[in-house]
């Protein structure tokens, strides 16, 4: 039973415009979510995270956004870059004692042509 | 600074042998993670590590899995009678502490043919 969908494998947008990741849960004790950029040979990268108590979150060119009425985040960046070419992993934790355990989806693949 | 290093990068073994993976968190790091990414999958969480403890080792798939990390810095994940299912990319990550973005190692590809 995955409990953080990302539904879509790959995704290619244009240098310098808008690419838009999508996530979604299931389990509605998750209250932290992240997102993890990952290349080829690497360990994933943390990039940005949102707490439940918050619906936005920007750090320069990466914004996350939160609905937890619908249980869905997105990852939005802008403008798109060549070197942002890489699979983007959403992940999701508990509060209190289960913090620290990430539940992650299963990625999307993001190619960004010049 | 030295991020999370893990060796070896890549492991090939045959079925039923014994493995060892070696991870080095960030100093100053107390919590310490390991994960397992399948082909085509996210990461998984296997166990989690505050201090010299395992706190919780529930995502542990079987007990051929065995985690250690004495001195609470160096962890190694060892791995009995392996098996061809056990073969995966094994992700370190240490963090301050429970509850803050783990930062990854490069992993080991561990085979098992």
């Known amino acids: 039973d995955q409990q953080v969908k990302q539904n879509s494998p790959s995704l290619s947008v244009q240098e310098g415009r808008i690419s838009i990741l999508n996530c979604d849960y299931t389990?509605?004790?998750?209250?932290?979510f992240l997102w993890y950029k990952k290349y080829p040979a690497e360990g994933p990268t943390f990039l940005i995270s949102?707490?439940?108590?918050?619906d936005k979150n920007e750090d320069g060119r990466f914004t996350v956004f939160l609905n937890k009425s619908a249980k869905h985040l997105s990852l939005h960046i802008v403008p798109s870059q060549p070197g942002d070419s890489a699979v983007y992993f959403c992940?999701?934790?508990?509060?209190?004692?289960?913090?620290?355990?990430?539940?992650f989806g299963k990625g999307t693949l993001l190619t960004v042509n010049p | 600074g030295a991020g999370v290093s893990q060796t070896p990068s890549n492991k090939v073994t045959e079925k039923g042998k014994y493995v060892e993976l070696r991870c080095d968190p960030i100093?100053?790091?107390?919590?310490l993670y390991w994960y397992r990414q399948s082909l085509g999958q996210g990461p998984e969480f296997l166990i989690y590590?505050?201090?010299?403890?395992?706190?919780?080792d529930s995502g542990l798939p079987n007990d051929r899995f065995f985690a250690v990390r004495p001195e609470g810095s160096v962890s190694t994940l060892k791995i009995q009678r392996t098996e061809r299912g056990d073969s995966a990319v094994y992700l370190c990550?240490?963090?301050?502490?429970?509850?803050?973005?783990?930062?990854f190692g490069p992993g080991t590809r561990l085979t098992v043919t």
């Open positions: 990550a240490s963090s301050l502490k429970g509850g803050t973005p783990p930062y």
């Open positions: 389990n509605s004790m998750f209250d932290y």
């Open positions: 949102i707490s439940s108590i918050k």
């Open positions: 992940a999701a934790s508990g509060s209190g004692g289960s913090n620290y355990k990430l539940t």
């Open positions: 100093s100053g790091h107390t919590a």
């Open positions: 590590f505050q201090g010299t403890g395992a706190a919780d």
